[in-house]
């Protein structure tokens, strides 16, 4: 296993990253964006009657006020992070949202009964401590979650969307399959996404039901210190590439049969991943925050740099 020092030195295994660290874009009303640092606190936006502040623990806090801004054309508040970002959002049923890297969250401004969000990315849920007895509502481009009282994580994109639950009861439904599937016990995980039914045939959604999964490892990302124990490479792989920002050129160059070991601090930069996949040996090529695995690319500077080495040492 790869250990790396630095900004992690001495971190328990299970620290998140703090709150006080939590750092988004905002979408005003004007189509101007609100950069929200670490150094910002008080009321930043006021959308009709709902009002965003940042506590000073870091908390981005959605609430109603009395109006003062006048009426809004936007139906929604848009909240995003890029590369290296998270952020906390606490709703105003009380259910708080930690925002993963490269990822929207979309809150509506209409007031109803039910709290209603639409994620793309990925995100941590905790809706234990809600306030509402209504439903709590998450929409993705594949299908919506809907809970009560419930800790869970969701990940979706245009092409899938994933649940895990660690505690309480979700139901996740599927848009085109018109299905609902129920889940209670922790560890159990939901995966809406399209298969290809057979050769040339066009991919058609399908809805997958697994127990028993590793809820704090997938929950990984969250952490200040993430470690990993024969984790399959492209898992690995997708889960750095949300963190640092980078792409792959085709995945599936990628091996499927590969495993890795490491541990990343998550203030450590790309050549730390880069190094812990070739220790893993995997070569690689980057060029311009591109990563391909694939044979067509392995005689670059990455690659050449690591096999120029081991040639000196065999010399």
């Known amino acids: 296993m790869l250990h790396l020092e630095g900004q992690c030195l001495g971190a328990a295994d299970d620290t998140e990253i703090p709150l006080i660290e939590s750092s988004c874009l905002l979408l005003a009303a004007d189509s101007t964006w609100i950069r929200v640092e670490q150094d910002t606190f008080g009321t930043l936006l006021q959308l009709g009657e709902l009002a965003v502040t940042r506590t000073g623990e870091g908390l981005l806090h959605i609430q109603r006020k009395p109006m003062a801004g006048g009426e809004t054309t936007l139906k929604s508040l848009n909240i995003y992070t890029a590369p290296r970002q998270q952020c906390v959002v606490e709703l105003e049923d009380g259910t708080r949202v930690r925002m993963n890297a490269q990822s929207q969250l979309s809150?509506?401004?209409?007031?109803?009964?039910?709290?209603?969000?639409?994620?793309?990315?990925?995100?941590?849920?905790?809706?234990?401590?809600?306030?509402?007895?209504?439903?709590?509502?998450?929409?993705?481009?594949?299908?919506?979650?809907?809970?009560?009282?419930?800790?869970f994580l969701v990940r979706a994109d245009t092409s899938n969307?994933?649940?895990m639950l660690n505690d309480g009861t979700l139901e996740v439904y599927s848009y085109s399959l018109n299905k609902v599937q129920s889940i209670a016990c922790p560890g159990d995980f939901v995966y809406v996404g399209?298969?290809?039914?057979?050769?040339?045939?066009?991919?058609?959604?399908?809805?997958?039901?697994?127990?028993?999964?590793?809820?704090?490892?997938?929950?990984?990302?969250?952490r200040k210190m993430r470690i990993y124990r024969n984790m399959p490479l492209w898992?690995?792989?997708?889960?750095?590439?949300?963190?640092?920002?980078?792409?792959?050129?085709?995945?599936?160059?990628?091996?499927?049969?590969?495993?890795?070991?490491?541990?990343?601090?998550?203030?450590?930069?790309?050549?730390?991943?880069?190094?812990?996949?070739?220790?893993?040996?995997?070569?690689l090529h980057e060029e311009k925050g591109m990563i391909s695995f694939c044979p067509e690319d392995k005689r670059d500077r990455v690659a050449m740099w690591h096999l120029n080495g081991y040639e000196r040492k065999l010399k």
């Open 235 to 283: 898992a690995f792989v997708d889960e750095m590439s949300r963190w640092e920002g980078f792409t792959i050129k085709r995945w599936e160059c990628i091996p499927k049969d590969k495993q890795i070991s490491a541990a990343i601090c998550y203030q450590s930069g790309k050549e730390e991943v880069y190094s812990a996949i070739r220790q893993a040996g995997v070569l």
């Open 107 to 151: 809150y509506s401004l209409r007031k109803g009964d039910s709290t209603v969000i639409y994620l793309k990315g990925e995100a941590y849920v905790d809706a234990n401590s809600r306030y509402s007895n209504a439903p709590l509502i998450i929409g993705t481009k594949k299908g919506k979650i809907t809970s009560n009282r419930a800790d």
């Open 161 to 163: 969307m994933k649940a």
């Open 194 to 222: 399209a298969k290809y039914a057979g050769k040339n045939q066009q991919p058609r959604d399908t809805m997958t039901y697994v127990a028993n999964q590793d809820f704090k490892e997938a929950k990984m990302w969250a």
